[in-house]
């Protein structure tokens, strides 16, 4: 290991030379006990230093065990490859604590019964995901070459990740950027915040679609994927997304959630490597709430 790499953590270290992996993955598989750092197994945490030996060996496929489920799914594009859909909100994107049924991979179980094993048998075919209240576009891919490739893309940061928000208040600047560091909240555990001593890099573009005096409507350019960014970023900017019951409750009781859309997305095909782009129509809640930027 080079001298410059030393003294850095392990799942971190993997993340720089494995962009083909998310680092969960990664955490997951040194946790597991595929990854062994001088002939032992470790932890995630370890601080790796110069001369060390790291053995990856890539786990066996987990056998998918969810049961399919006909939900309905508006699909954008599907092929042998990915399959693109504007996730409706309210939906969980896969199976977790107190969320073992009716989410979207059983409804995409249902529609394509063969997805990525990669993902594990809670999260088939999944490289990325967004919160159960925000709509909009999400990628799933078919297999595990697909999954392999859109799971690199994401860590390299090299997808378009474009999104609307419905935030309180108007803004003093039509455009701007956002790059403060977001960690988990040193008190409120379920929150992330700006002020964590630990937070990490994180870049959101926006622009002022429209205003009114009580909302404004902006669309926000991610350059990262920290965990709830773009609330964090709004917030910390003094317009939190309207809805939103953690950073912002005071403001969520005339809104059935937080009012957060991935409007597009784009990224190279898995196979043929040609840009594609899908924006996903905006669902009615969003668009009735939008009424009170043009009747304000």
């Known amino acids: 290991m080079p001298e410059n790499e030393a003294k850095i953590r392990l799942d971190r270290f993997l993340a720089n030379k494995l962009p083909e992996y998310s680092r969960s993955r990664l955490q997951q598989l040194v946790r597991t006990g595929f990854v062994r750092l001088n002939g032992a197994t470790t932890r995630p945490r370890h601080l790796v230093r110069s001369g060390d030996k790291i053995e990856l060996t890539e786990a066996p496929l987990e056998k998918i065990d969810n049961q399919p489920e006909p939900i309905p799914l508006e699909v954008l ?35 394509c019964p063969t997805l990525s094993g990669i993902g594990g048998k809670e999260r088939p075919g999944i490289v990325h995901r967004l919160d159960k209240e925000t709509s909009g576009c999400l990628v799933v891919a078919k297999n595990d070459g697909a999954h392999r490739e859109l799971s690199r893309q994401f860590a390299e940061r090299s997808v378009e990740k474009i999104y609307l928000a419905l935030v309180a208040g108007k803004l003093r600047k039509a455009a701007g950027v956002i790059e403060e560091k977001i960690g988990r909240h040193p008190v409120h555990r379920q929150r992330m915040s700006v002020a964590s001593a630990r937070g990490r890099p994180a870049k959101t573009d926006y622009r002022v679609v429209c205003s009114g005096d009580q909302a404004s409507l902006v669309e926000c350019r991610l350059y990262s994927g920290r965990t709830h960014q773009i609330r964090v970023h709004l917030h910390h900017l003094g317009h939190p997304v309207l809805g939103d019951k953690v950073y912002a409750a005071h403001l969520a009781k005339n809104f059935p959630r937080h009012m957060l859309h991935a409007w597009k997305l784009g990224f190279r095909d898995p196979r043929s490597g040609d840009s594609k782009s899908f924006e996903a129509p905006l669902p009615d809640d969003f668009t009735t709430a939008m009424k009170m930027i043009r009747e304000s």
């Open 77 to 111: 594009f599907e092929d042998k490859d990915i399959i693109v859909i504007n996730k409706p909100p309210g939906l969980v994107v896969h199976p977790g604590a107190g969320h073992r049924q009716h989410t979207l991979v059983n409804a995409l179980l249902s529609h």
